[in-house]
């Protein structure tokens, strides 16, 4: 893999922080280094002592004098060693990415903690999109990153898909105007990069197979470009066994993939971490050494402490526990959905994740529906229109979330909904 190739200018013209690099020495210092290079502030001032948190099986994880002194000040902008360490293996106890053991230069798998993973894309898409850069998608798309991507003024492709995700055929046909060896040739302008959300899409709970990936990771290989596998919502798939990811098809090297404790631990922590190839990776904290700094040191050893804790086995059980619930809620929706809007709207049932995407029947554009008519009856949903490429045009469909609404709250919603419908045609 050519990497330098991907990256834009601002990204190979970043240079480590000298400061920075002081704080990876520290971490790894006896303590009998005398160090006067960081402007850390002196934890003694800090007014917080300790801290205890309770877990849901009534354990504890307590910060005494020392942690908290850890936890209050800054840290290595990878991420605390022992959350990184924790992280190697579960990505390989889940996934086995075939790049674990090359070199470094050659697609070593790598990770990084990011301020969610949002924090992370957002500064992979700055790392890898120039101007007029071609940039491979699929509507329906997450707002978070299609409004990332759209002010750096590539020229965004979007690949059709349903509800198993991305069409390979479909994906073919675009990459028939170029030939493989084009890739080689600055001049010809081949995509860069596809970006997709594999599992429990936002907003349409669709999943794409195994089967789809494997042909699309081969086309990737083909016409050399990479994939951004943002996944936020693997760990609430609804079926066993998990489809598997292209991380652990990526013989190359041109996976970055985007994982993230929200929807699993807390989402106010702000902790994700990006796996890819090392010298993808490695641009990412650059990054970071000049943006945030680093993740939140407390959110870090909170989450790397509770990890330790429970071990993988008790983390998945959590994993388990959290996707158990949020499959009832899909079952709840999903019935109170068949009991108002049949005959008015149609839908598929998600696969994974949050959300269920609802086309209405006979409203070419729900926007009005959504944003005032529903919200004078105080019912609140996304209008579909911002999920596309073009927010302008006629829109006939609208994204309800199911994670924390009652299944008395969603069939109240879909009764003043299903009114308001009936009105409107």
Not at 363 to 383: D, G
């Amino acid at each position: 893999m050519n990497y330098s190739r991907f990256l834009t200018a601002t990204s190979i013209a970043r240079k480590p922080s000298p400061i920075r690099a002081t704080a990876d020495i520290m971490v790894k210092a006896p303590k009998s280094l005398i160090s006067l290079a960081p402007g850390s502030p002196n934890p003694n001032m800090f007014p917080f002592k300790t801290a205890t948190f309770t877990v849901e099986n009534g354990n504890t994880i307590h910060f005494e004098k020392d942690t908290i002194k850890r936890a209050l000040q800054y840290s290595p902008s990878y991420g605390i060693p022992e959350l990184l360490s924790w992280l190697k293996q579960l990505q390989i106890k889940l996934h086995n990415p075939p790049t674990v053991h090359y070199p470094p230069t050659q697609g070593q798998m790598d990770i990084c903690i990011t301020s969610g993973c949002q924090d992370g894309l957002c500064k992979v898409f700055e790392m890898l999109i120039n101007p007029g850069d071609i940039i491979l998608i699929n509507e329906p798309l997450y707002p978070g990153a299609l409004y990332a991507i759209k002010p750096l003024s590539s020229n965004i492709i979007n690949v059709p898909s349903d509800e198993y995700g991305i069409i390979p055929e479909a994906l073919k046909k675009i990459l028939s105007q170029w030939k493989p060896e084009d890739s080689k040739d600055p001049t010809k302008n081949t995509p860069k990069l596809l970006y997709t959300i594999p599992n429990g899409n936002n907003p349409t709970g669709y999943s794409m197979t195994g089967d789809r990936k494997k042909e699309i990771y081969e086309l990737a290989r083909k016409y050399d470009f990479l994939i951004i596998e943002d996944d936020p919502y693997y760990f609430l798939q609804f079926n066993k066994p998990w489809v598997p990811t292209f991380l652990s098809m990526d013989v190359d090297g041109r996976v970055i993939r985007a994982d993230t404790f929200s929807k699993i631990l807390s989402s106010g922590l702000r902790v994700g971490f990006m796996t890819g190839p090392k010298s993808l990776i490695e641009r990412i904290v650059l990054h970071t050494q000049v943006s945030s700094l680093h993740a939140c040191t407390l959110s870090q050893l909170m989450i790397s402490q509770l990890l330790y804790q429970w071990g993988q086995d008790g983390f998945l059980a959590h994993v388990d526990r959290v996707t158990d619930f949020y499959r009832d809620q899909r079952n709840a929706i999903l019935a109170a959905a068949d009991k108002w809007l049949s005959g008015l709207a149609e839908w598929h049932a998600p696969k994974a994740g949050l959300f269920l995407w609802i086309k209405v029947k006979g409203i070419s554009n729900t926007q009005l529906l959504i944003e005032e008519k529903a919200i004078e009856k105080e019912v609140l949903f996304v209008p579909g229109n911002g999920f596309f490429i073009d927010s302008s045009a006629p829109n006939p469909f609208f994204r309800a979330a199911f994670s924390v609404v009652t299944p008395e709250q969603m069939n109240l919603a879909f009764q003043r909904l299903a009114q308001l419908i009936k009105e409107s045609l």
